[in-house]
């Protein structure tokens, strides 16, 4: 990793913008670019990932008109702080709920969310979720899989475009780390969740919204049996 803290970026799609976006929208969505923190100046930061500043600027111009980062004069370019509302919310992510509880909320939410995200994704959202969604699930470790899984959803309710769909997703992600941690996967388990995981993704790309409303309901129904199986297995 270069020393300002971006690291390279993977592959190149056809418009490099896009590219760009995704990639810095994707570590702002998982953290690696914190609230608050200070992105290197363009120069640096467009030498760093061996991007033009033109291409650099136009992926700017997108995370900035999605509020995800502020140009402050006499200061640079910030990751943008939380509002109020959003850290009330994220007090919440250290109270421990029930795993039903947790379910219904996401049972309630996430597939009128992708909706959202089939309505409102860009083409850098849609680059995240196939990075995603492509990856090798059979040879990765059981940490890294259960990171991609979290950051699906993650990237699902950040393509809504809508703050509070992204802080209420940020939260049932904490919420639901115990469930998938507490639920181990097999080659099988991981084969069928990544194929839902994909239908998702291909309804969200082709931006049909009743597509993805329907294939989020049929993952979190299939995510509710793997942990029943998983909890009466432990028991």
Not at 128 to 146: A, F, G, H, K, T
Not at 172 to 192: D, F, H, M
């Amino acid at each position: 990793m270069p020393d300002n803290g971006i690291p390279p970026l993977r592959q190149r799609a056809r418009s490099v913008s896009i590219e760009v976006a995704a990639h810095l929208e994707r570590l702002i969505a998982t953290g690696e670019l914190a609230p608050g923190s200070r992105l290197p100046p363009e120069r640096e930061l467009a030498a760093s990932m061996a991007v033009s500043r033109t291409s650099l600027r136009e992926a700017m111009h997108e995370l900035e008109s999605k509020n995800l980062i502020e140009r402050r004069p006499g200061i640079g370019t910030m990751v943008t702080l939380p509002s109020n509302e959003q850290e009330q919310l994220a007090m919440l992510s250290s109270i421990d709920f029930e795993v039903d509880h947790v379910m219904e909320l996401r049972e309630a939410l996430e597939p009128h969310v992708a909706g959202f995200a089939a309505q409102r994704a860009t083409p850098a959202n849609v680059l995240q979720l196939r990075d995603i969604v492509d990856q090798p699930v059979e040879s990765l470790s059981n940490d890294r899989y259960i990171e991609l899984d979290a950051q699906f959803h993650l990237l699902v309710s950040q393509s809504a475009q809508n703050p509070l769909f992204k802080t209420l997703g940020a939260l049932s992600t904490e919420w639901s780390a115990g469930l998938r941690v507490g639920t181990p996967t097999t080659q099988s388990s991981r084969r069928k969740s990544t194929d839902e995981h994909a239908a998702i993704f291909r309804a969200i790309a082709a931006h049909d919204r009743d597509a993805a409303e329907a294939a989020m309901r049929v993952h979190l129904a299939e995510v509710r049996k793997r942990v029943r199986a998983s909890a009466k297995r432990r028991a």
